[in-house]
Nanobody, 116 residues
């Protein structure tokens, strides 16, 4: 199982980024895919989780600025991030598991830096 994140970079305060998690058809059909982030010196936190049937759940603190979507044709799960703030600076990871919000498999992460 391989997950590969992309789309990170440096963005100004208030800007937007779309991160992508490339996954296999097996993952998209049978696994939940979730996005997490970890800032330096802070604990990892969950952002959004998309189930294998396409529904999504948000972590309570993440509602409003982040959305998750899936492109089955390209075998990708996207994280759209809007109105970014410096406190959103972190390494963003996607993870897959047969359980919701599980982390059996991880990607390598992609850095997002929001400048003020």
């Amino acid at each position: 199982v391989q997950l590969v994140e992309s789309g990170g970079g440096v963005v100004q305060y208030g800007g937007s980024l779309r991160l992508s998690c490339a996954a296999s058809t097996l993952i998209l059909d049978y696994y939940h895919v979730a996005w997490f982030r970890q800032a330096p010196g802070k604990a990892r936190e969950g952002i959004l989780c998309m189930t294998s049937n396409g529904s999504s759940t948000y972590a309570d603190s993440m509602k409003g600025r982040f959305t998750i979507s899936r492109d089955n044709a390209k075998k990708r799960v996207h994280l759209q991030m809007n109105s970014l703030k410096p406190e959103d600076t972190a390494v963003y990871y996607c993870a897959a598991d047969r359980a919701s919000w599980g982390t059996e498999f991880w990607g390598q992460g992609t850095q997002v830096t929001v400048s003020s």
